[in-house]
Nanobody, 122 residues
């Protein structure tokens, strides 16, 4: 089993920044494809950003390109999501996920964290 714990969420004003962290434990972190998803109230969980299976490439949903950056530190078993120029529509619970293949599809991931709330509001 792989355990994932997110942190770093909070309340931020529009235009502000947050960095989310996802700490992994229990298995070899570097062998998993990691991704970030989010779910706003009343909406389905949606893809935000991910690494390729090899970890060498990154992918983003169009609405966050140029504002969000996914990164990972294999030595610390941690993946990050740096979020800049935040907008009210970024408000959601953010989840990190791990799987054996890289995908934008939530159902393809095997392990999920508990989520961290991000609220963008003035």
């Amino acid at each position: 089993q792989l355990q994932l714990v997110e942190s770093g969420g909070g309340l931020v004003q529009p235009g502000g920044s947050l960095r989310l962290s996802c700490a992994a434990s229990g298995r070899t972190f570097s062998s998993y494809a990691m991704g970030w998803f989010r779910q706003a109230p009343g909406k389905e969980r949606e893809f935000v950003a991910r690494f390729s299976r090899s970890g060498g490439s990154t992918f983003y949903t169009d609405s966050v390109k140029g504002r969000f950056t996914i990164s990972r530190d294999n030595a610390k078993n941690t993946v990050y999501l740096q979020m800049n120029s935040l907008k009210p529509e970024d408000t959601a619970v953010y989840y990190c996920a791990a799987g054996t293949i890289g995908s934008r599809v939530a159902g393809s991931y095997d392990y999920w964290g508990q989520g961290t709330q991000v609220t963008v509001s003035s």
